[in-house]
């Protein structure tokens, strides 16, 4: 007898250079300074462009926003949930903009993540950017890229158990995830997954990551 799957709404996104790390930066007290960062590079206008796709296909859902519960990288469990969404919103990040769209809609926002692990990825990250010599720095990354990826892999353990623990009967789940996570895949054991997808060309892509 087949499982009855609950629905689950996944997008995948894109992060702006410079987003990595930001809500563990609140975190470690370095708000002022990454706020300040936000509002310089907030004119990407490939990111914005894949926000308003987003957008775009989210409302052509037409989705009961009452009873829907949003799930988003980066967001840690911590009771100031808003908060942190309503500054980065503030800095003009379209992500967080977007998100709290949803909420005055009366979507409901969840804690996501675990501050231990976002703390762990953000310590990680500054020791990357902060070797100077290309020896170190080659050494450096390549350790980053083996940590990072276990990290990854235990950021998206945490966030499956937070979603399938907090869910209320009834609710529809919509999971905004970085596109190195894999988080999805881990979620067709418990979910219907459906996934609202913005393709920007590579050339856009390229203006993101600056390749």
Same mark, same amino acid.
């Given at each position: 007898?087949?499982?009855? %799957?609950?629905?689950?709404?996944?997008?995948? $996104?894109?992060?702006? !250079?410079?987003?990595? =790390?930001?809500? @563990?930066?609140? %975190?470690?007290?370095?708000?002022?300074?990454? $706020?300040?960062?936000? !509002?310089?590079?907030? =004119?990407?206008? @490939?990111?914005?462009?894949?926000?308003?796709?987003?957008?775009?296909?989210?409302?052509?859902?037409?989705?009961?926003?009452?009873?829907?519960?949003?799930?988003?990288?980066?967001?840690?469990?911590?009771?100031?949930?808003?908060?942190?969404?309503?500054?980065?919103?503030?800095?003009g990040s379209p992500n967080f903009l977007f998100i709290l769209d949803l909420i005055k809609k009366r979507a409901k926002l969840e804690g996501t993540e675990s501050i231990d692990l976002l703390i762990r990825e953000y310590d990680l990250l500054n020791k990357l950017l902060m070797k100077n010599s290309d020896k170190d720095r080659k050494k450096t990354i390549a350790e980053?890229?083996?940590?990072?990826?276990?990290?990854?892999?235990?950021?998206?353990?945490?966030?499956?158990?937070?979603?399938?623990?907090?869910?209320?009967?009834?609710?529809?789940?919509?999971?905004?995830?970085?596109?190195?996570?894999?988080?999805?895949?881990?979620?067709?054991?418990?979910?219907?997954?459906?996934?609202?997808?913005?393709?920007?060309?590579?050339?856009?892509?390229?203006?993101?990551?600056?390749?």
């Amino acid at each position: 007898m087949m499982k009855d %799957l609950r629905r689950l709404i996944y997008v995948p $996104i894109l992060h702006a !250079r410079g987003d990595s =790390g930001r809500t @563990a930066s609140i %975190l470690h007290g370095n708000a002022k300074n990454d $706020i300040k960062r936000g !509002r310089i590079n907030k =004119g990407l206008s @490939a990111v914005d462009e894949m926000w308003e796709g987003i957008a775009t296909k989210m409302e052509e859902l037409n989705l009961p926003w009452n009873q829907t519960r949003v799930y988003q990288d980066g967001v840690p469990v911590c009771g100031n949930e808003l908060e942190i969404v309503s500054r980065f919103a503030e800095s003009g990040s379209p992500n967080f903009l977007f998100i709290l769209d949803l909420i005055k809609k009366r979507a409901k926002l969840e804690g996501t993540e675990s501050i231990d692990l976002l703390i762990r990825e953000y310590d990680l990250l500054n020791k990357l950017l902060m070797k100077n010599s290309d020896k170190d720095r080659k050494k450096t990354i390549a350790e980053y890229q083996v940590k990072s990826r276990e990290l990854l892999t235990l950021r998206d353990e945490f966030i499956l158990k937070r979603i399938t623990s907090t869910l209320q009967k009834g609710e529809l789940p919509i999971v905004f995830m970085g596109i190195m996570h894999r988080l999805d895949k881990m979620l067709e054991t418990n979910f219907l997954v459906s996934y609202v997808i913005y393709r920007l060309p590579f050339r856009s892509i390229g203006t993101i990551y600056n390749i």
